[in-house]
């Protein structure tokens, strides 16, 4: 009777946000009543998928519900510079809490936990669907988002997937329009947003979070060279039967 009156609480899964992009479905919860670790993270992660017929499906575990809004977010102002950023990250950069990140996809299910003992990445199934191969070039998505609905109604009114990704070596605009094809089918969606930032940081990218939980914190680099980095942005260019498909724009521009 003592013992059951001491008895530590059971984990608590609450829902916080959901929805889907074209076939692509998206979860989030928060864990209360108990630590996120690797093991909790792969256990519930796994019972927040709801099969059916979503081709990508991706579930976000947060221990703490104002962390997650703040990964979620991103920076809260769509005007970003250089100064305005390192403010963030200078509040940010000691305080990410422990979160896990599932996605499940045809070729394979990938696994990304921050916990207390530091960052994991556990392919679980298959390959991992983050990792993506353009010709020779060897590039990874960090995070995805979902995109507002074009507010001009020749687009249609279909949901855009924003994607921010790395890469090992600088991209080709015929690379990038393949990444981003690549991206529509094995996400399933038609109306893509492809960021690709050799550095990983996004510094200007409004809804990308602060600092990338996922990976180890560096140390960032300074305004000139990151400015003078290695950056790509590819998109729709009109509504999605127009013959101009997607196109690529690069920085610095030479």
């Not at 993270?41 to 104002?66: H, I, P, Q």
């Not at 990964?71 to 970003?80: A, F, I, N, Y």
């Not at 510079?81 to 990250?89: E, M, P």
């Not at 009114?157 to 070596?169: M, P």
Request: glycine content about 8%; proline content about 6%; hydrophobic content about 35%.
């Amino acid at each position: 009777m003592i013992a059951a009156m001491f008895a530590a609480p059971e984990p608590t899964l609450i829902p916080l946000q959901s929805g889907s992009c074209g076939e692509t479905r998206y979860e989030s919860g928060l864990l209360v009543n108990q630590d996120l670790t690797l093991y909790l993270a792969e256990s519930f992660t796994r019972r927040m998928l709801k099969g059916g017929r979503a081709r990508v499906e991706m579930v976000w575990l947060a221990a703490d519900r104002d962390d997650f809004n703040e990964e979620w977010t991103g920076k809260l102002s769509s005007e970003v510079d250089y100064a305005y950023w390192y403010s963030l990250y200078r509040r940010t950069r000691g305080q990410l809490k422990p979160m896990a990140q599932l996605t499940k996809a045809e070729m394979g299910t990938v696994l990304r936990v921050r916990d207390s003992r530091g960052v994991h990445r556990q392919v679980l199934e298959g390959s991992d669907p983050l990792d993506f191969r353009v010709n020779d070039q060897e590039v990874r998505i960090l995070e995805v988002r979902p995109g507002k609905p074009p507010v001009d109604a020749r687009w249609g009114q279909s949901c855009k997937l924003i994607i921010y990704a790395t890469s090992k070596a600088n991209l080709s605009e015929e690379q990038g329009i393949e990444l981003s094809r690549q991206v529509q089918v094995r996400f399933g969606v038609e109306r893509v947003e492809v960021n690709v930032d050799r550095n990983g940081w996004f510094m200007y990218s409004s809804s990308f979070p602060v600092v990338y939980r996922f990976g180890p914190v560096s140390v960032p680099p300074n305004k000139s060279d990151y400015d003078n980095s290695f950056k790509m942005h590819c998109g729709n260019t009109g509504p999605l039967d127009s013959p101009q498909g997607i196109s690529c724009i690069t920085w610095p521009m030479e």
